[in-house]
């Protein structure tokens, strides 16, 4: 039975696992952790409990546990499916990481770090570069996402193609688990072969089996290059060629390879107005190069390029000439982005293909939109190196809300359909939270759904942790 309201008893032995500060129940305290970033959600919940420590969050969720009361892990809450936020009012109490926000130990001798779950992304970027070192997680958000959220997550980002998933980037969590019981899995080694990789449970987990409260990650040493291109084309298959060719011809120094439809420009100039068009082209192409060795990457690049209009591969290219230049390329990836979210409601999503299939998959989704919701504007960009396509589409201005969202439904399914088509999948990075849940469980086997339901048995007996995320709510674990 969902809890409507907590007893001043219950609220006092809360306050007394997290200490005055560490505690909201008023809806002006709580408003910030019940809405995303994005504005598509809100939720509610009984109490945001804030913990300082990790005895903390043992104390938390064993008190949970004896009342019985559903817990929303949160960091950053900064995603965009819903995860963090429960819009159905089952009366579930939100723990933010936000207080435990420590780096632990950064050992440039080995390339590691430990650090709080609650440590800001960008805070451990800049803790790393001061130490000429790399964390290569990069992220829209990584000015206020968080590091427990990240790997809760499994986040992407612009340099998968080199560097990996979140779950790449981890050597070792440690995680309260849904009764209270603390497991440490740092160890600090890449190769660590002695049977079960546990860690790799809560990685993409979404706080369903356990709060991770501390990250071990990989670092890499702080590229000492880069060279950036902004590229015009004539097709995202033209696109996809020059891909292929560059993996060749630039072997592993490719850190970035993005693509973009022009007509996501003009979302860009709704962020910054003065946006600019480095090229002017149907598709558009940002690529980066990184070295942290004593390579010419300039003439790496040019060189490449050269022979790609040659070939007709590419009709136009801008090589940043400084680190402002290639910013101001970067600016326009990242304020279309923006300029989304500044528009109002968009279907947004989140799609993976085999990277050849990533021309079908954008000329499949543009011809269903026009066919079946004309109006309605498609805009094709993404991560293409890694088969990330983020097709989103914009409804009429004029168009109701409600209708609107109505009529988005239909559209996500439709999309859905043709990316499970081509063999791809639902969700490239940002994860299935609350907003995908039910797509995600009817397309998995009834193996892939026994082996799923065992493990959240063993780990969350109870059903506690994040209950209705990624999981159907109303499930019977044996």
């Not at 080199?162 to 209270?180: F, I, T």
């Not at 299939?357 to 543009?366: C, G, V």
């Not at 009817?442 to 995320?469: F, I």
Request: hydrophobic share 45%; proline share 4%.
């Amino acid at each position: 039975m969902t809890v409507q309201r907590l007893s001043p008893e219950i609220l006092s032995a809360m306050e007394g696992a997290v200490g005055q500060n560490g505690i909201a129940v008023e809806p002006a305290g709580m408003a910030k952790y019940l809405g995303d970033w994005a504005g598509d959600y809100r939720g509610s919940a009984l109490a945001v409990l804030r913990p300082a420590s990790v005895g903390e969050v043992q104390a938390v969720m064993r008190l949970c546990g004896e009342l019985g009361l559903g817990v929303i892990p949160q960091g950053g809450n900064t995603g965009l499916v819903s995860g963090a936020i429960d819009s159905k009012g089952r009366g579930l109490v939100v723990v933010s990481l936000e207080r435990l926000n420590t780096i632990r130990q950064i050992d440039t001798d080995n390339f590691t770090l430990q650090a709080d779950a609650g440590c800001v992304l960008q805070t451990i970027k800049d803790v790393c570069e001061a130490q000429d070192c790399l964390f290569p997680l990069a992220l829209g958000a990584q000015g206020s996402c968080q590091i427990g959220g990240n790997a809760a997550t499994n986040a992407g980002g612009v340099n998968v193609l080199r560097y990996g998933m979140a779950r790449d980037l981890v050597l070792g969590l440690e995680v309260v688990l849904a009764d209270g019981e603390l497991w440490n899995g740092f160890s600090g080694l890449r190769k660590n072969n002695t049977g079960y990789d546990l860690k790799q449970l809560f990685i993409g987990s979404e706080g369903t089996l356990g709060i991770i409260t501390g990250v071990e990650v990989k670092l890499f040493p702080k590229p000492a290059r880069t060279e950036t291109a902004y590229l015009g084309l004539a097709s995202f298959e033209a696109a996809i060629a020059l891909f292929n060719q560059a993996r060749r011809d630039c072997s592993d120094l490719i850190s970035a390879f993005e693509i973009i439809g022009s007509e996501c420009i003009e979302l860009a100039r709704l962020i910054d107005p003065a946006t600019r068009e480095p090229v002017s082209a149907p598709v558009q192409v940002l690529i980066e190069l990184s070295s942290s060795a004593a390579i010419d990457l300039s003439g790496l690049l040019a060189g490449f390029l050269g022979d790609a209009m040659e070939n007709s591969l590419v009709t136009d290219a801008v090589l940043a000439a400084s680190s402002v230049q290639a910013r101001s390329f970067w600016a326009i990836r990242e304020g279309l982005v923006e300029g989304q979210a500044k528009r109002g409601y968009h279907v947004r999503t989140d799609l993976s293909v085999k990277i050849s299939d990533i021309p079908a998959l954008i000329e499949r989704a543009r011809r269903f939109v026009a066919k079946e919701h004309p109006g309605w504007i498609p805009l094709a960009y993404g991560h293409a190196g890694d088969g990330n396509v983020h097709f989103n589409v914009l409804p009429p201005l004029e168009l109701a809300m409600q209708e609107a969202r109505a009529r988005g439904v239909e559209v996500v399914a439709g999309l859905y359909e043709i990316a499970v088509g081509l063999g791809g999948s639902i969700s490239a990075e940002h994860g299935i939270g609350r907003s995908r849940r039910k797509e995600f469980w009817a397309g998995l086997s009834p193996t892939h759904r026994r082996m799923v339901a065992a493990l959240k048995s063993a780990l969350d007996p109870k059903g506690l942790m994040n209950p209705g995320c990624l999981l159907p709510a109303t499930e019977t674990f044996p």
